[in-house]
């Protein structure tokens, strides 16, 4: 049974940094597209990042790159978000998810959950002074 679970969300000051984990079970998550996901109270959900395994690469929303970064564990079988230099924009509840064919899906830059296929319940990321 493939299944995701986030954890590492909390509260932060703008500035601040934390680090999001993503692990799967169920299956290797080193083999498959993985991507970050957000979606803040009334706005719709925003791709964050993506990483795939076939193609070996990397992609960042704009409102982010050069902030975050996506990572795996292969021992752990867990991918990470590090997130620095949060800023007020950045709170959100943040998911993980995995597509079992083919690699990210990029739309005008920005990572896309089209054919993610298992997400996880995400976690919420606070920004607050």
């Known amino acids: 049974q493939v299944q995701l679970v986030e954890s590492g969300g909390g509260l932060v000051q703008p500035g601040g940094s934390l680090r999001l984990s993503c692990a799967a079970s169920?299956?290797?998550?080193?083999?498959?597209?993985i991507g970050w996901f957000r979606q803040a109270p009334g706005k719709g959900r925003e791709g964050v990042s993506c990483?795939?395994?076939?193609?070996?690469?990397?992609y960042y929303a704009d409102s982010v790159k050069g902030r975050f970064t996506i990572s795996r564990d292969k021992a752990k079988n867990t991918v990470y978000l590090q997130m620095n230099s949060l800023k007020p924009e950045d709170p959100a509840v943040y998911y993980c998810?995995?597509?079992?064919?083919?690699?990210?899906?990029?739309?005008?830059?920005?990572?896309?959950?089209?054919?993610?296929?298992?997400w996880g319940n995400g976690t919420l990321v606070t920004v607050s002074s």
């Open positions: 169920g299956f290797t998550l080193a083999n498959y597209a």
């Open positions: 990483t795939s395994s076939s193609d070996g690469n990397t």
């Open positions: 998810a995995v597509a079992m064919a083919g690699p990210c899906t990029v739309v005008r830059g920005t990572p896309s959950s089209y054919g993610m296929d298992y």
